[in-house]
């Protein structure tokens, strides 16, 4: 059964150019959650979707950030422009409602130069 | 603000002793806690979880204690194994359905 699957995996741009991260969840799960994880900060949560609809968005750092999911099966987390601070691995995870059981997938390490 | 905080950044702990990974919180909302460990390259994976009518949930080899009046927690692994060297990272919720918070994580090592 495949889990939760983000592409790309590594991604290394230059400041400015626009960034798109893609997920596809876990089949049947109908939250969706992108996190960033960096050194000054841990793990934190950008915004979820429930049954393809944004509920939380409250930890989108700014404007430059933006999040779509457009059906069951797939999301994407777009930054334009990039900029340097934007240097983290972002993670994607899926759950059918139940919080403990978020499956997360392996992370896109992003870096911008 | 960090509202879920682990003050250990790192962890070294002699193989078959017992391993004691903290976590305190601040918001006094927060009923439901977990534990997810990270290993390098991978995403976090869930642990054990506790709530907070409780104060111990076991689960073979990990333990995680709640003191609500203290709103600290500790995840217990005894004994420790080479394979429990990873990032443990503290969360909490509001709520069953609601979002996590997590903390920054301590890096736990195993020494042979």
């Known amino acids: 059964d495949a889990g939760v699957i983000q592409s790309p995996r590594h991604e290394v741009t230059e400041m400015g150019q626009e960034v798109t991260l893609r997920c596809k969840p876990i089949s049947g799960h109908d939250y969706l959650f992108w996190y960033r994880q960096t050194m000054m900060r841990g793990l934190e949560l950008l915004i979820y979707f429930n049954n393809n609809v944004p509920i939380d968005d409250s930890g989108m750092p700014e404007d430059r950030f933006s999040a779509k999911m457009p059906n069951a099966s797939f999301s994407t987390l777009k930054i334009q422009p990039s900029e340097p601070r934007d240097s983290a691995v972002y993670f994607c995870?899926?759950?059918?409602?139940?919080?403990?059981?978020?499956?997360f997938g392996d992370g896109t390490r992003l870096s911008i130069l | 603000d960090q509202q879920v905080k682990q003050n250990s950044p790192s962890l070294s702990v002699q193989e078959g002793r017992i391993s004691i990974l903290n976590c305190d919180y601040t918001?006094?909302?927060?009923?439901?806690f977990l534990w997810y460990k990270k290993y390098p390259a991978e995403g976090p994976t869930f642990l054990i979880s506790i709530s907070s009518i409780k104060d111990k949930n076991e689960d073979g080899r990990f333990t995680v204690f709640l003191n609500k009046s203290a709103k600290h927690l500790s995840l217990h692994i005894v004994p420790s194994q080479p394979g429990d060297s990873a990032v443990y990272f503290c969360a909490a919720s509001s709520g069953r359905d609601d979002k996590i918070i997590f903390g920054k994580g301590t890096r736990l090592h195993i020494l042979p």
């Open positions: 918001n006094s909302m927060f009923d439901y």
């Open positions: 995870a899926s759950t059918k409602g139940e919080i403990e059981a978020q499956h």
